[in-house]
């Protein structure tokens, strides 16, 4: 029967047919042929090119049986290595993933009339490891390869080399620490540790600056002789010491009793300060008067004070706040009567996670104890939700807005009226109060 017309309906349809995998039994290795079904197979057995090729098997089975069983290894061993690496795989995967292509050389054309041999072949040859399970044989990938092991090599030289350099480093920290701590000991000088300021959230600068202050203890004349940098009365860097060699031996008598009379000094100088202190301490108690007999007039204006103080302190939080208020952890209240047709308009809901500020991930709460309707989560912009203030006096609540925002606080008065409420913040002790909006219950 003569073929289709290249192009044609039937064509067409031959070429879908044979364009997917086709069953094994209807494929002929030394043809290269892939048959549809068993009468294709059985014509393609009596026709001549078959049987010129079968005349060549004929005459060298052993030879093309070899060669088709070592390019069905080096395949099967490529993709184990390019895919997988040396990684523990099933070995029936790695054969899924090799019979995937349509052109692949059949198992039933090799010398191992089983993937079981083929895997025990694998592991005795020392090409790979196998290990036999409940699930199946279980292959790893011996890597051999001379330019990655020694790329391996390498990098392990070089990890040891940076973790000997860091020693060495940290060790000439130390000894440069110690010269530093004797120098000042000899000086009669204190080494404090000055934290500096956090930089701000976009410098991202919380570093720690150690200084090193010398304390003067003692007169000019008496101090040994250093090198320095700077002004000798305020913070200083050290320089290394250069002693003379003549004057070394002269030089640590000298020390002695400077040290000596460094400490005698700094005695005396703290018994005047603390001489000072007390006297001043008397003159301010003799000059305050009691409170019982001050001024009622007076008692006024600080009341008046201390309140035109409480508005400048609300009016700074409030010119402090910012256009948003979510926070994590907190509860609120849905206001969106439009969202699933109500059915989440008054609900509770706990916070998350804040998305971009303005947006959270919140997870709705129960109705009531003895309903079991909550648990949906739901992503929400601010607008569709307020504060929750509760109903108890003494219950924790987070603050959202101001200078104070994230910090904790404990309710101590609610005033519905003006919808304010005093707080007691929890970290320093300080009474402030904010608006309604401006805090929520925590979770």
């Not at 009669?188 to 930089?199: H, L, Q, T």
């Not at 706990?350 to 309707?373: F, G, Q, T």
């Not at 603050?399 to 009226?417: D, Y």
């Amino acid at each position: 029967m003569p073929k289709a017309e290249k192009g044609s309906a039937k064509d067409i349809a031959n070429r879908m047919k044979a364009k997917g995998l086709q069953k094994l039994k209807f494929y002929c290795q030394m043809c290269s042929k892939q048959c549809r079904d068993e009468n294709g197979f059985k014509c393609h057995l009596t026709s001549d090119s078959h049987l010129r090729n079968m005349k060549l098997f004929r005459d060298n089975a052993p030879g093309i049986m070899d060669n088709f069983s070592s390019e069905f290894e080096q395949v099967y061993v490529e993709t184990l290595r390019r895919r997988h690496g040396t990684q523990r795989m099933n070995a029936n995967n790695v054969y899924q993933e090799v019979i995937m292509d349509k052109n692949h050389v059949h198992m039933n054309s090799t010398k191992w009339a089983s993937l079981s041999d083929f895997v025990q072949y694998l592991g005795k040859k020392g090409i790979c490891v196998v290990e036999e399970t409940e699930r199946g044989w279980y292959v790893t990938y011996i890597e051999r390869d001379p330019a990655l092991l020694a790329r391996q090599e390498a990098l392990k030289k070089k990890a040891e080399a940076d973790q000997r350099e860091e020693q060495l480093a940290a060790e000439r920290r130390e000894v440069l620490r110690m010269e530093a701590a004797k120098a000042l000991d000899r000086a009669g000088g204190v080494m404090e540790r000055v934290a500096s300021e956090i930089g701000s959230r976009e410098s991202g600068d919380n570093k720690k600056m150690i200084e090193m202050k010398l304390v003067a203890t003692t007169s000019t004349a008496s101090q040994p002789k250093k090198k320095r940098r700077g002004n000798t009365g305020a913070k200083l860097s050290l320089v290394e010491e250069e002693d003379d060699d003549e004057s070394h031996h002269g030089e640590i008598k000298e020390n002695k009793l400077d040290d000596k009379l460094a400490i005698q000094e700094s005695d005396r100088y703290s018994n005047q300060r603390m001489k000072a202190d007390n006297t001043s301490s008397n003159s301010r108690r003799q000059h305050q008067e009691p409170p019982s007999k001050a001024n009622p007039d007076n008692a006024e204006k600080k009341d008046h004070t201390s309140s035109d103080k409480k508005k400048q302190i609300d009016d700074s939080d409030n010119q402090k706040k910012k256009d948003y208020w979510l926070y994590r952890d907190i509860i609120v209240r849905i206001i969106n009567k439009n969202l699933s047709n109500g059915q989440y308009y008054k609900r509770k809901a706990i916070v998350d996670k804040v998305i971009d500020k303005y947006e959270a991930r919140v997870e709705v709460l129960e109705s009531s104890r003895k309903a079991n309707d909550g648990g949906d989560i739901l992503r929400l912009d601010q607008d569709d939700l307020e504060t929750v203030i509760p109903k108890k006096l003494g219950e924790k609540v987070r603050i959202l807005v101001g200078k104070h925002r994230g910090k904790k606080a404990k309710v101590l008065r609610l005033t519905k009226e003006d919808y304010r409420a005093e707080l007691r913040l929890t970290d320093d002790d300080r009474v402030v109060t904010l608006d309604y909006e401006d805090f929520s219950m925590l979770a």
